[in-house]
Every structure is written in C-alpha cells, then in structure tokens.
C-alpha cells in the first residue's frame, strides 16, 4: 500500500509562484509513475502533469513553460513547481500514483489558491 501526503498549498497572488511536495510511504516508489491532478470548484478532475519512474515528463497544455514536475526516487518525493499563476489554477491539487498490476492511490489534496 502507498500513501500520499501533500504539503505547499496556499494563497498566492497572481503572477506568484509556489511549490508543491508529495511524500510517500512504501519501499517501490521508484517503479511507481506519479502524477499531480487538480479539481477546481464545479469542474471535473484534471491532470496537470505526469512523470514515469525513469523521469520522463509531460504536462497539460494550460500549464506548460509555466510549472515543473520532478521526483526524487531516493527521498520517495514528487514535486510541482508552479510559476506564473494565474486565477484559473485555483484548485485543490492532488497527488497521484499508479504502476501496472497495482491499485492507483490518491492523496488527500492541498488547495492553491491565486487571488490578489
């Protein structure tokens, strides 16, 4: 069993940046790819942005040149730098994780809120 905590939400104003973190417990998290997803109020889930277990990443087009994903396999973390926010990336941002043959896990969200 894998489980996912996130930390790093907040208020921030548009044109700001924050960074979000997700730390997980289990001895695989290596053969895992992980994943931040985001659900805005009224909205249906969506993923913002993917990375394989040997690093490979690829990003929705609303948030590409603007935020990065990167994991660390020996901290067993899995970060989202988020530059140039805008209002329409206010949403409860969830972490994510799946490998073949295995149930995919869910952590419990952190809200990032851009207002000014």
């Known amino acids: 069993q894998v489980q996912l905590v996130e930390s790093g939400g907040g208020l921030v104003q548009p044109g700001g940046s924050l960074r979000l973190s997700c730390a997980a417990s289990?001895?695989?998290?290596?053969?895992?790819?992980m994943g931040w997803y985001r659900q805005a109020p009224g909205k249906q889930r969506e993923l913002v942005a993917h990375i394989t277990n040997t690093g490979g990443a690829g990003y929705a087009d609303s948030v590409k040149g603007r935020f990065t994903i990167s994991r660390d396999n020996a901290k067993n973390t899995v970060d989202l730098q988020m530059n140039s926010l805008q209002r329409e990336d206010t949403a409860v941002y969830y972490c994510h994780a799946v490998k073949i043959g295995r149930p995919e896990y869910w952590g419990q969200g952190t809200q990032v809120t851009v207002s000014s």
């Open positions: 289990g001895n695989d998290f290596n053969f895992y790819a």
